[in-house]
């Protein structure tokens, strides 16, 4: 990690700047984890434990960020429940300015030199036709893992704004904001539903410090028992009035009973209510992962864009 420079949060700003410039223009090729809203959630909640292992390299011209790219390099994952997991390979994420197609071959370049002799994973946009060709040929394959039902890889789905249905909760149900509920509540939400997680208090206090948090559109469900049932954030970016939702997640004990789809349908009100005219949000795209993606296209969302997840193997010796 010596003479690498790492992820801080104006590196992030920065990045935030140009999802916003290519969502204006080519939303299809905004990377998955380059949107303004998982940028912000990405970082506010691993900063803190994982930063040390994200160098990253920005490049410019006239003063405009035009590309970026975030390694996060091998590094130890503690969870809720007390397990340790090792990661062992490397995985980028990246983003470049479509006038500026050509700075991919240099991403490429300083990832394979900062991630030399481990496995590397990356995933562009499915929709960027140049890209995939760089990354083929510098040595990317499609990653086999990647093409069973169980593939891990996202879609990017959309939906306006102009008619959302009313939401409905079950009676003894109402809606609070993460302001109202207090950090506490926020966080047992989301370990709640992702258990075992590797959230904590202080991964919700890096994502409260993003530019572009608000208590206000961070959205919980209570139950009669005063369990935050399900969560949601949304991040607004006012440039394209649009937001996203990012993460969401319901308790076990308290899914299919209708709670995420009506905070859905309450946190799109609430968006448009903020100057949001469009909504964006992904899940797990594979076959084997239909939840999240019929829960989503329940409520009026379509498929945008989908990852083209690339791997490339050490060469032996």
Known sequence: MANLELVTAADV???????????????ELVNSDATLGELAWNWGKGHASDGASWPRRLWFSGGDLVAWSWACLPHRVRRSDGSVKDVT?????YQV???????????????????????RTVMPS????????RWTAHGYETDPASLGDAGYWTQLNER????????????????????????????QAHLDAWAPS????????????????????????????????????????????????????????????????AMLLHGMHLARAAGATHMTVACLGAPGHPKARELFHSVGFRELARDAPLIKTPTAG
């Open 89 to 93: 390979g490397a995985y980028l994420a």
């Open 13 to 27: 700003q920065l990045m935030q700047g140009l999802a916003q410039r290519v969502t204006a223009t080519r939303p």
């Open 198 to 261: 590797t959230y904590t208090a202080e991964s919700y206090q890096g994502v409260r410090q993003t530019a572009t948090y608000r208590g206000d559109l961070h959205i919980l469900v209570e139950a009669p028992d005063g369990t935050m049932a399900s969560s949601t954030i949304m991040w607004l970016d006012e440039a394209n009035q649009t937001a996203e939702f990012e993460p969401v997640g319901t308790h076990p004990d308290y899914r299919r009973r209708g709670l995420a789809r």
């Open 126 to 133: 499915a929709a960027d036709e140049f890209a995939l060709e």
């Open 160 to 187: 306006d704004l102009t008619d959302v249905e009313e939401p409905v909760l079950p009676d003894g149900f109402r809606f609070r904001t993460a302001e109202e509920a207090g950090p506490k509540a926020a966080v």
């Open 97 to 119: 300015h479509p006038g500026h197609a050509g700075l991919v071959d240099e991403v490429i370049d300083w990832y394979d030199g900062t991630a030399a002799d481990i496995e």
